[in-house]
């Protein structure tokens, strides 16, 4: 049974950063494309980010390119997202999800439980 484990979710202070882990118990991780998304409470699901199964390429959304970074190690199947210069407007759950494909948008098959971020002003 595949499962995605959130962690590091937290509360924080603007402008403070948050370490976020992604624990895959996937076969073959290496097989998958990862991603991040988030959804604030009364909003739609957002696409935070995603990374190839090599890492050699990652992609953001626009509110956080510049500040967030997502990466990943294979042999750990992990992958990470680490957020920096947080906002009070990045508060949201945000979930790991695995993708087997790289297409454009990202359709993951397979979703975590989700891990809340806070960030207070």
């Known amino acids: 049974q595949v499962q995605l484990v959130e962690s590091g979710g937290g509360l924080v202070q603007a402008g403070g950063s948050l370490r976020l882990s992604c624990a895959a118990s996937l076969r073959t991780f290496s097989d998958y494309a990862m991603a991040w998304f988030r959804q604030a409470p009364g909003k739609e699901r957002e696409f935070v980010a995603r990374?190839?199964?090599?890492?050699?390429?990652?992609y953001y959304g626009d509110s956080v390119k510049g500040r967030f970074t997502i990466s990943r190690d294979n042999a750990k199947n992990t992958v990470y997202l680490q957020m920096n210069s947080l906002k009070p407007e990045d508060t949201a759950v945000y979930y790991c999800a695995a993708d087997p494909s790289w297409g454009n948008p990202p359709r993951p098959n397979y979703w975590g439980q989700g891990t809340q971020v806070t960030v207070s002003s």
């Open positions: 990374i190839s199964r090599s890492g050699g390429n990652t």
